[in-house]
């Protein structure tokens, strides 16, 4: 059974960072892209990044570009965020996916609030 | 202001069918085969309904159909059961490799 279980989120003050942890099992999470999806309180689903298998390719939505770095350990079957410079408009839950053209499995979310 | 354009809201009696649209332009919807839509329940996470246009995860019951014509997407809900009822969500891979979504569609079963 295909699990995503996403870890790190809490309450940061605007201008911190946080990581965001995701540890995957029931697949070989090396042979897959992966993304962090988001959504805000009460709005709609916002794609964040995505990965290659091996990390060897990155893209990242125009918001975060240059404060939010997608980064993968194949061999703790692990994907992370970290999110830097944090703004009020980054509050959301945020989703371990599984996929690059769909998000064929999610995580349950972790939540992040940036609020001072 | 999201990429792709989804009506807020769809409605349908049980048993009947109900079709939400989602449109895009030639850069995700229109460029690729890559459409998928995703329902979700209140305070749960997306799940993954259709990909590839029309195609159906396994467990997704047939009652759940998708198609594309041009920039336009469509998720056919048929047999509304009120399980069925969800917000729903299309997404479309695009040009500049990432993942578009729709606004989402809040789909009641009266």
């Known amino acids: 059974e295909v699990q995503l279980v996403e870890s790190g989120g809490g309450l940061v003050q605007p201008g911190g960072s946080l990581r965001l942890s995701c540890a995957a099992s029931?697949?070989?999470?090396?042979?897959?892209?992966m993304s962090w999806v988001r959504q805000a309180p009460g709005k709609g689903l916002e794609w964040v990044a995505n990965?290659?298998?091996?990390?060897?390719?990155?893209w990242y939505m125009d918001s975060v570009k240059g404060r939010f770095t997608i980064s993968r350990d194949n061999a703790k079957n692990s994907l992370f965020l970290q999110m830097n410079s944090l703004r009020a408009d980054d509050t959301a839950v945020y989703y371990c996916?599984?996929?690059?053209?769909?998000?064929?499995?999610w995580g349950q979310g972790t939540l992040v609030t940036v609020s001072s | 202001q999201s990429a792709l354009t989804q009506p807020p809201s769809a409605s349908g009696s049980p048993g009947q069918s109900v079709t939400i649209s989602c449109t895009g332009t030639?850069?995700?919807?229109?460029?690729?085969?890559?459409v998928s839509w995703y329902q979700q329940h209140p305070g749960k996470a997306p799940k993954l309904m259709i990909y590839?246009?029309?195609k159906r995860p396994s467990g997704v019951p047939d009652r759940f159909s998708g198609s594309k014509s041009g920039n336009t997407a469509s998720l056919t809900v048929s047999g509304l059961q009120a399980d069925d009822e969800a917000d729903y969500y299309c997404?479309?891979?695009?040009?500049?490799?990432?993942?578009?979504f729709g606004g989402g569609t809040k789909l009641t079963v009266l």
């Open positions: 997404g479309s891979y695009a040009d500049n490799h990432n993942l578009e």
């Open positions: 996916t599984r996929g690059l053209t769909r998000s064929e499995y």
């Open positions: 029931g697949f070989s999470f090396s042979s897959y892209w």
């Open positions: 030639s850069s995700d919807v229109g460029g690729y085969n890559y």
């Open positions: 990965i290659y298998q091996d990390g060897s390719e990155i």
């Open positions: 590839d246009v029309s």
